[in-house]
């Protein structure tokens, strides 16, 4: 699985967007971009997935650069509840194996 | 639809005892993994199960830990000879198809 690249930390004020970046640069035809977010020593949760097409849904937005070397993980309006670990994961989508190879992912803190 | 269910979320052991830990899969789901998260640190894969296979174990340490996902009832993840380097948040997830849905771990401490 591609290697991805994550800023450590971030800052949002509450109510604005939370743009979180990610490059994955050697990442292959056949591999999707995953986001997952852990909110403070709970499970990790499913945010978003995409191959190449932005995506959305109730949670938040992808948008994966043309060439997919990169991608922004979009929530549009941050709240505090917001704040956590959210990891971006490159993998192959077989059917049933979701085998996920965490990194140290980005801490948003949104604050008041 | 209820989520993956985990049990017991806190379990604390002495040195040298067996710690047991239960995930119950989302229903309809048959594949199980199985995390592991030391304290300040991120999640590491350990072992990937569907009904009574191990498919894939490269994240196990190779002694005192082994898993099972047997044909009726949740799986386990067994610690044997449990050490204070085993203390550690364990996280399942169960996946029907192309995402994973996390359980909200078995957090244990071994004094």
């Known amino acids: 699985d591609a290697k991805t690249t994550q800023p450590p930390s971030m800052d949002c004020a509450e109510g604005r967007a939370a743009n979180l970046p990610c490059n994955h640069s050697t990442i292959s035809g056949n591999e999707y971009v995953y986001w997952y977010r852990q909110i403070h020593s709970q499970g990790p949760q499913y945010i978003i997935h995409?191959?190449?097409n932005n995506e959305t849904n109730e949670m938040a937005s992808l948008i994966i650069t043309e060439d997919r070397k990169s991608s922004t993980l979009i929530l549009p309006h941050a709240t505090l509840r917001d704040t956590a670990v959210y990891y971006c994961?490159?993998?192959?989508?077989?059917?049933?194996?979701?085998?996920?190879?965490f990194g140290a992912g980005t801490r948003l803190a949104v604050h008041p | 639809n209820a989520g993956v269910m985990q049990n017991p979320r806190h379990l604390v052991r002495r040195r040298g005892q067996e710690a047991r830990l239960r995930c119950s899969p989302m229903?309809?789901?048959?594949?199980v993994y199985w995390y592991r998260q030391l304290p300040e640190e991120g999640l590491k894969f350990m072992v990937y199960?569907?009904?009574?296979?191990?498919?894939?174990e490269s994240g196990m340490p190779k002694e005192r830990f082994s898993a099972e996902f047997p044909k009726e009832g949740p799986s386990i993840l067994r610690i044997q000879q449990v050490v204070r380097g085993d203390s550690a948040a364990y996280f399942c997830?169960?996946?029907?198809?192309?995402?994973?849905?996390f359980g909200q771990g078995t957090r244990l401490t071994v004094v």
């Open positions: 199960l569907q009904k009574e296979n191990i498919i894939d």
């Open positions: 995409g191959l190449k």
């Open positions: 997830a169960s996946s029907p198809s192309t995402e994973a849905f």
């Open positions: 229903k309809g789901h048959s594949h």
């Open positions: 994961i490159v993998r192959v989508a077989t059917g049933g194996y979701n085998k996920l190879i």
